[in-house]
C-alpha cells in the first residue's frame, strides 16, 4: 500500500518562507510526476506546481516567481519552497504523485494523494 506523507505546513507571516515534504511510503518502481496543488473552502483543488520525470515544470501564475519545486529522486522526496508568500496563499496544500507499483506480473501506474497540510499566511 502507497501512502504520500507530507511536512512542513504552518502559520508563516506574509513576505516569510515555507518549505513542503512529501515522500511516498510503500514499495514502488517509478514515479512518474510529482506536484502540490492547493485548495480552499468551496473551492477546487487548484494546480500549484508539478514537476515531470523528464524534469519540466510547470507552475501557476500566481505562485511564478516566488515558489519553487524540486525533487530528490534518491529520496523520492518532492520539496515545495514557498517564499514571500502571501496571505491569498493560505489553503490546504496536497501532495500529488503518478507512481507505477507492481501489480503481480503487471505494473499498475495510478495518481496518489497526500492527507494534506494546512498552510496559512498571516499579515
Known amino acids: 500500500q502507497v501512502h504520500l506523507v507530507e511536512s512542513g505546513g504552518g502559520l508563516v507571516q506574509a513576505g516569510g518562507s515555507l518549505r513542503l515534504s512529501c515522500a511516498p511510503s510503500g514499495s514502488i518502481l517509478r514515479i512518474n510526476e510529482m506536484g502540490w496543488y492547493h485548495q480552499t473552502p468551496g473551492e477546487l483543488r487548484e494546480l500549484v506546481a508539478v514537476?515531470?520525470?523528464?524534469?519540466?515544470?510547470n507552475y501557476a501564475d500566481s505562485v511564478k516567481g516566488r515558489f519553487t519545486i524540486s525533487r530528490d529522486n534518491a529520496k523520492n522526496t518532492v520539496y515545495l519552497q514557498m517564499n514571500n508568500v502571501k496571505p491569498g496563499d493560505t489553503a490546504v496544500y496536497y501532495c500529488?504523485?503518478?507512481?507505477?507499483?507492481?501489480?503481480?506480473?503487471?505494473?499498475?501506474?495510478?495518481?496518489?494523494w497526500g492527507q494534506g497540510t494546512q498552510v496559512t499566511v498571516f499579515s
Open positions: 500529488y504523485a503518478r507512481i507505477s507499483t507492481r501489480a503481480g506480473l503487471s505494473v499498475r501506474v495510478r495518481d496518489y
Open positions: 514537476d515531470s520525470s523528464d524534469g519540466i515544470t
